[in-house]
């Protein structure tokens, strides 16, 4: 069935330095990947996304990759700071023109503490 | 436009009772999916509604079900509530103008089964 891996599912890093957190999706007719930042006791924020048309997109400090070959897709985070600590979570949707579904599968998330 | 709204935000039940959450999507927005939040299960999908009309269904059991009403609010219902069932319930709407549509979160009912 459909399912999204996530790794690590904790990851501390130094304020300053990047962070990587890689997903796997099963379904080979995915075609639309976003990511999540959940902060403690709050709901999960849209933070990137990447089409399946698509191999890579950047905003500011965020970036996503895909590689649909491998069905593998990566969120990278440079300079981290504080308040980039949070739980990350990946997700894949296969969304047919019309929106025939939204369905999103989630990973299982990343804690991301990013030490002062 | 204001975000995505869900009430109640907390909820204590005991077994065997049912309990209705509510979600208003942003306006505008026609699409309205439901997820279960656990710390085993992490985020898993229970249904998505459009247009009144109930179009994808996750793996849940008939206890839980789901309506959306003409002005695109949707709520959802868990009967003979059971001690699994306690999770965060967040659902998320987004427009459907394009290929992919964005989906934006609530802040989630937090559900309490004792």
Known sequence: GENVEQHPSTLSVQEGDSAVIKCTYSDSASNYFPWYKQELGKRPQLIIDIRSNVGEKKDQRIAVTLNKTAKHFSLHITETQPEDSAVYFCAASNQDYGGATNKLIFGTGTLLAVQP | ?114
């Open chain 2, 1 to 114: 436009k204001a975000g995505v709204t869900q009430t109640p935000r907390y909820l204590i039940k005991t077994r065997g009772q049912q309990v209705t959450l509510s979600c208003s999507p942003i306006s505008g927005h026609r699409s309205v999916s439901w997820y279960q939040q656990t710390p085993g299960q992490g985020l898993q999908f229970l249904f998505e509604y459009f247009s009144e009309t109930q179009r994808n269904k996750g793996n849940f059991p008939g206890r839980f079900s789901g309506r959306q009403f003409s002005n695109s609010r949707s709520e959802m219902n868990v009967s003979t509530l059971e001690l699994g069932d306690s999770a965060l319930y967040l659902c998320a709407s987004s427009y459907e103008d394009s290929l992919y549509n964005e989906q934006f979160f609530g802040p989630g009912t937090r559900l309490t089964v004792l």
